[in-house]
């Protein structure tokens, strides 16, 4: 991808997927650490390391050893700007191309670093300007603006609660795949009946059907009141 604030030099595939992962684990949280980076990433914390100080060298991040990472405006902007890609890609994918929600995120992951600014625009008004990839997740602006996303999971509704999915976890295609088979998608309404102790499961409504939902799945679906 071309960043226009950043003369050169390339900023590779790796580095944005840091980033993106950095504005992830900081949305809320002053700082990550280093081991919370290299499990969320999948790999060993030298590397890790070795990473953070090529981004702190290209001013992407603000790091000290042992002291934990965050970014700085331009690494912000990098990230946000990775995850506008990744979202309007998702939503091209499903909208235009038929892709099942399950099966966009793979796709997206990928295609995140290659598009130009055009193709970015054009999908872009192609969508008619949307707000919204088909998760649910806001999509940032082309400045860099981005909404606040609800954080209220599901497995923290009440009972006798009605709730209205806002957003669902892109992350696994298979859990995807299920709650879009109990017609679990954003706007769909739900109303909470009750919740087991300790690790659940809760039991809900959906139109006239009971299901009732683990703790792990019901984590995964970020809820408004509806
Ligand atoms: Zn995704």
């Known amino acids: 991808m071309q960043h226009p604030e950043l003369a050169a030099p390339m900023i590779s595939r790796a580095m944005e997927n840091y980033l993106k992962t950095i504005y992830r684990l900081t949305t809320g949280n002053d700082k990550v650490s280093t081991s919370r980076l290299a499990q969320q990433l999948n790999c060993s ?67 995140e670093h290659v598009i130009s600014e055009e193709f970015e625009e054009r999908i872009d008004r192609a969508l008619g300007y949307p707000t919204l990839d088909p998760h649910g997740a806001p999509i940032p602006s082309k400045d860099g603006e981005i909404e606040n996303q609800t954080s209220n999971s599901l497995w923290d509704a009440d009972g006798g609660e009605s709730v209205k999915v806002g957003r669902v976890s892109d992350r696994n295609p298979e859990v995807l795949r299920y709650l879009g088979s109990i017609g679990i998608f954003p706007d769909a309404k739900i109303s909470v009946i009750r919740r087991a102790p300790f690790n659940g499961p809760i039991y809900i409504e959906i139109g006239d059907t009971e299901h009732t939902l683990s703790a792990e799945l019901a984590r995964q679906i970020f809820v408004v009141p509806g």
Do not use: C, F
Request: charged share 25%.
């Open 45 to 111: 914390a030298a590397s890790v390391t070795n990473m953070l100080q090529k981004l702190s060298d290209l001013k992407l991040v603000n790091y000290e050893p042992y002291q934990g990472v965050t970014l700085t405006t331009t690494g912000n902007k990098i990230a946000l700007e990775t995850i506008r890609h990744h979202r309007l890609i998702e939503l091209y994918l499903a909208e235009v191309l038929g892709y099942s929600w399950d099966k966009v995120h793979d796709e997206a992951e990928e295609l």
